[in-house]
């Protein structure tokens, strides 16, 4: 069982990092949650590193969107139209969390945090822009913690960035939205580069197609956001369309034998978001040494972010001579970014 004070932490952390002026709900549940012993305690069956308040609030909700009869429901605007007062919330969750307590400490010992946040792309549609402008050769992509793979299928997107132009796909059905901060304009090709390849590793991968699996991703969305939910159903329709190679395991571990089966005309592209913060600090070292140890032989880009800081982070190795950069601070959710390069890749 996880401490209690460590959870409590968790929960005021949330509630003040993540949750103030986005999820009025969350950011009051999550500030009761850390002074009450029962809810601390069954949030003491989670994974060890796994985000627990995201994890506590998805299986709460994915019990509720699956239909479980509970007054809760009203409060959530996901599930009604007119929500109810988000302050009367608290007592209603903690009766659903006791009336379902087997339900819930199921799916925290089974369950990962696994949000493929579309919007995200929004930055890396640059990044990847940025590398093709530096090597000038399709994109093998390698995402790990893949999920679904929807980020995988990035250039499959169109996306806006505070004007009139649109870039990347243009005649896609999902437009993505974001707001570039900051004095440096990243590289932002009209159309996608090329991908060659997409391949996402994950120790539990999603199929869209089931329809359990679909409603956790849904559960993750938060419930007054109705846009990255909007998002997330335009997205999973292109994975249908889409040729992504989704597989079942330790990336880490993977990563090497992926990365051999990918023809030398392509240049590998290894990339993460918000997933590092879920392995230990062994398997992050291991992660970074795993792609070093790649770059001795292959030219390889490595974009990142949760291990060092929170910034993203491009590191590449073409000729077996490293590079690191710090290119962007973002957003959790994508809405805005802060292009930190300065020029191309160095």
Known sequence: MLNKDIVSRAFKAFAERECKGISLLYEDLS??????????ELCGNAQERQPIPN???????????????????????????HPKLHKESFPYFKDFCLEYRKAIILILKTRLVQTNEVRRCAYLYPVFSTIYERVKKPLALIEIGTSAGLQLL????????????????????????????????????????????RIGLDLNTIDLNNDADKLWLRALIWPEHKERSAMFDEAAKYIKKGTVNLIEGDGICLLAQ????????SVICVFHTHVANQL???????????????????DVFHIYNNIQDQYLHVDFYLDGIASHNTVAETDGQGRWFEWLLEGELK
């Open 154 to 197: 990035w250039d499959k997107y169109s996306y806006s960035f505070g004007t009139k132009k649109i870039y990347g796909n243009k005649d896609s059905n999902l437009l993505i939205s974001a707001e570039v901060r900051g004095n440096n304009t990243p590289i932002l090709h009209s159309t996608p580069p090329p991908v060659s390849e």
């Open 31 to 40: 500030l009761r949650i850390a002074r009450d012993d029962e809810l601390l």
């Open 258 to 265: 992926y990365v051999e089966e990918i023809p030398g005309n």
């Open 55 to 81: 994890l506590l609030f998805g299986a709460v909700h994915y019990l509720l969107l699956r239909g479980s009869d509970h007054p809760l429901k009203e409060f959530y605007p996901s599930i009604v139209d």
């Open 280 to 298: 230990s600090r062994e398997q992050q070292k291991q992660l970074m040494q795993t792609v070093s140890t790649i770059g001795m032989k292959r």
